[in-house]
C-alpha cells in the first residue's frame, strides 16, 4: 500500500513538472525584465481584489 502512495505521488509530481515546464523556462528566460514582474504584481492584486470583494458579497 505504503508503495502505492509513493508511486502515486511520483507519478503526481511528474505531472506538475511536465506542466509548469514551459512557464518556467519562459520565466527563467524573461527574469530580469521588469514589465513581467510589475504585470505578475497587478495580476496578484487583482486576483485578491476579485476573490476579496466575492467573498464580501455573502456577509
Same mark, same amino acid.
Given at each position: 500500500?505504503?508503495?502505492? $502512495? /509513493?508511486?502515486?505521488?511520483?507519478?503526481?509530481?511528474r505531472?506538475?513538472?511536465?506542466?509548469f $515546464?514551459?512557464?518556467?523556462?519562459?520565466? @527563467?528566460?524573461h @527574469?530580469q525584465?521588469?514589465? /513581467?514582474w /510589475?504585470?505578475?504584481?497587478f /495580476?496578484?492584486?487583482?486576483?485578491? @481584489?476579485?476573490?476579496?470583494n466575492?467573498?464580501? $458579497?455573502d $456577509?
Amino acid at each position: 500500500m505504503l508503495f502505492f $502512495k /509513493l508511486s502515486f505521488f511520483q507519478d503526481l509530481t511528474r505531472l506538475a513538472e511536465e506542466t509548469f $515546464k514551459e512557464p518556467l523556462e519562459f520565466i @527563467h528566460q524573461h @527574469h530580469q525584465n521588469p514589465v /513581467l514582474w /510589475l504585470a505578475f504584481f497587478f /495580476l496578484g492584486l487583482f486576483v485578491f @481584489h476579485a476573490t476579496y470583494n466575492a467573498l464580501e $458579497k455573502d $456577509k
